[in-house]
């Protein structure tokens, strides 16, 4: 599959933007895998599609590394203020659920590719894991650009895609992965 195709499904979903690049251009950081680890968020060790359950960064990164091409994407949300915490929970899960719809897709006509999305998966009111059961919905789940190391900053400005928005609007990345 070629760049060509992937980029006219991605026209049929509201992303804000995308941009293609080669996988070996992707910045890798495992000092953002140590963020998950500091567990701000709360699904650390709570979530399938987070760390430590989702795998080693290692392992991770040359996973990522079998794939040769990437597209880059972006979501756009309106939050009622800055500290609009509720906002941006619901924005973070509608932009995870966008990336498996958006996996699902591609994957009718390219077996070889995986979506990663923002934080922690959201599929779910309550992961599984917790319950100590295995994923309820492993083809919506996403893992976390950030738990495999991605600097995602930086992938945003090698893409020169915005990355800071105007105060009231929040930008969530994903990225699709494929040969």
Not at 14 to 24: R, T
Not at 49 to 74: K, Q
Not at 80 to 102: P, T, V, W, Y
Request: some cysteine; overall charge negative; glycine content about 6%.
């Amino acid at each position: 599959m070629n760049d060509t195709v992937i980029l006219e499904i991605i026209k049929r979903f509201p992303v804000y933007q995308y941009h293609a690049i080669p996988v070996k251009k992707i910045p890798y950081d495992p000092a953002f895998r140590a963020l998950c680890e500091e567990n701000k968020c709360g699904y650390y060790n709570a979530c399938h599609m987070c760390p430590p359950c989702v795998g080693e960064i290692a392992d991770l990164h040359r996973e990522m590394l079998g794939y040769r091409h990437a597209v880059v994407f972006s979501t756009e949300h309106i939050l009622d203020d800055s500290f609009d915490l509720d906002g941006m929970l619901e924005a973070r899960i509608k932009h995870n659920r966008l990336a498996a719809d958006l996996r699902k897709e591609i994957r009718e006509t390219q077996k070889e590719c995986d979506v990663l999305a923002a934080g922690g998966c959201g599929h779910c009111a309550v992961c599984a894991l917790t319950e100590g059961l295995p994923c309820r919905a492993p083809g919506s789940a996403v893992s976390s650009m950030e738990a495999y190391g991605i600097a995602v900053n930086r992938l945003a400005e090698e893409c020169e895609m915005e990355y800071i928005h105007p105060q009231g609007h929040l930008l969530y990345f994903g990225l699709i992965l494929y040969s």
